[in-house]
């Protein structure tokens, strides 16, 4: 390099080091404006004024940088050790804000459909889980294996309410579609359908998380 | 400037129909995956206009319904396999997520657009006469079959995506170590039941899911409205 280019190199502002943090919250805060589909790394990049090498230090893939974040958003999860006295009400309450945590940015619930949840946060939300299953009564193998079922109900439940955000009134074209089944063709969707549409989200949520427990109560032992 | 041709010479195209489109959508996505399969590119694929196109598919996001409802066809409703009811609709969710995992774009689209067409209607007439067969009552077995299929959905989306991602590998290697290795003061539960969370194969995970599924909905009465 020529001594003028050195110099040039110099005189320029000192860029801090890029820290883990600094990473971390400009991926957060990009999430947060524009949904999962803009964390890329190429945008982070850009947001952090640097290029894509130096972001492989925290990252190699695009997949590992969304289970990162996905990660970081799960430390908001309200583990409620307040209840730790009841476990099936802190069930509930760990659930509720589970769920609230997956809607707050666009994309990160369909995410989490995908990651396996192996960050720290994910492994302390297993932990606690797995914790009021067990003191709820349930034997060691139901425990885990039901809060598989458990966990992927909720991470659904929260994947389809992004589509409100996106789609204009999608359980109307549904409720269309099925008012149309024939009864000859379609006889059971005939009869219930008024059934499959009843019920506010909220109560079916908490219809289906107990319909999750009382199975996991009374299905066979796994073999495991 | 070339001289228009006038449109008498030119090869008649076919008519356009909201089926055609859609066989020209699983076409391309085939062939390029759901991303690729955009109104622009389909418009150049039959050769004709965006605007020719918003006749049959209002957007984007309706035309991924329409490809998979189309591809819900390929379900196998009427497995026979005999068995009771209940084995009966494991096949069926078992080929449900079977047709999703093939495509994993697809999967994921599932999660969020819920299909409305012919064959999704099928499937949940296929998927309710097995549930009255087995006695479950009306308003529990309404509510149930979308919560079976929601997690279906969830299933085949995981799986697929990690079938799709180059790390899957080293990501489950992880997760096996993180679990083993947890703490036994801040993370018990996690240590003692690191090798149940990870046991049993695919299938008979997605049995028991099922089992579970049915055994706490036929418990289960949903509240009074």
């Not at chain 1, 666009?106 to 989490?112: I, N, T």
């Not at chain 1, 297993?126 to 458990?150: E, F, I, K, Q």
């Not at chain 1, 009869?191 to 109560?203: C, H, N, P, Q, V």
């Not at chain 2, 170590?177 to 996690?190: F, Q």
Request: charged share 25%; net charge negative.
């Amino acid at each position: 390099m020529n001594e003028g280019g050195a110099r040039r190199l110099r005189s320029r502002a000192a860029k801090e080091p890029l820290s883990l943090e600094a990473f971390t919250s400009a991926a957060i805060g990009l999430l947060e404006r524009e949904g999962m589909g803009a964390v890329t790394l190429r945008r982070l990049a850009r947001e952090l004024q640097t290029g894509s090498a130096s972001l492989y230090a925290y990252v190699r893939t695009v997949q590992e940088l969304h289970a990162l974040l996905l990660d970081r958003m799960l430390a908001a999860v309200d583990l409620h050790p307040d209840l730790a006295d009841r476990p099936r009400e802190r069930l509930e309450a760990v659930c509720s804000s589970y769920l609230r945590v997956l809607r707050r940015s666009e994309g990160l619930a369909q995410l989490a459909a995908g990651v396996l949840p192996y960050g720290d946060n994910a492994i302390t939300l297993t932990d606690t889980v797995l914790g009021c299953l067990r003191d709820m009564g349930l034997s060691p193998a139901r425990a885990a294996w039901g809060y598989d079922v458990l966990m992927l109900h909720l991470t659904a439940v929260a994947a389809e309410q992004d589509r409100r955000r996106t789609q204009k009134d999608p359980v109307g074209r549904a409720r269309e579609a099925y008012d149309r089944a024939a009864a000859d063709r379609h006889p059971h969707v005939a009869a219930l359908r008024a059934e499959l549409f009843s019920g506010i989200e909220a109560t079916r949520v908490t219809w289906a998380v107990e319909v999750v427990l009382a199975g996991i109560a009374s299905a066979r032992e796994p073999e495991s | 400037m070339p001289t228009p041709q006038s449109r008498r010479e030119r090869p008649a195209k076919p008519a356009l129909t909201r089926e055609g489109i859609i066989d020209a959508a699983v076409l391309l996505m085939e062939q390029d995956g759901l991303q690729r399969v955009t109104m622009r590119r389909l418009a150049q694929a039959l050769d004709t206009g965006p605007a020719s196109l918003y006749v049959y598919v209002a957007n984007t996001a309706e035309l991924h319904a329409a490809i998979l409802d189309r591809l819900l066809g390929r379900v196998d409703l009427n497995p026979d396999s005999g068995g009771d009811w209940r084995e009966r609709l494991d096949t069926v969710l078992a080929s449900y997520e079977q047709v999703l995992f093939a495509h994993p774009a697809l999967a994921r689209a599932a999660l969020t657009a819920r299909a409305a067409g012919d064959n999704y209607l099928a499937l949940l007439e296929s998927l309710l006469s097995l549930l009255a067969e087995g006695g479950v009552p009306d308003r529990q077995a309404a509510w149930g079959v979308d919560l079976m299929l929601q997690l279906s959905t969830a299933s085949a989306a995981e799986h697929s995506a990690q079938r799709e991602d180059s790390n899957a590998e080293r990501d489950w290697i992880q997760l096996r170590h993180a679990l083993v290795n947890a703490s036994p003061e801040t993370l018990p539960h996690v240590r003692a039941q690191a090798d149940n969370l990870v046991a049993g194969a695919p299938a008979e995970r997605r049995r028991w899911s099922v089992d579970t599924l049915l055994s706490g909905i036929l418990a289960t009465e949903p509240p009074a409205q």
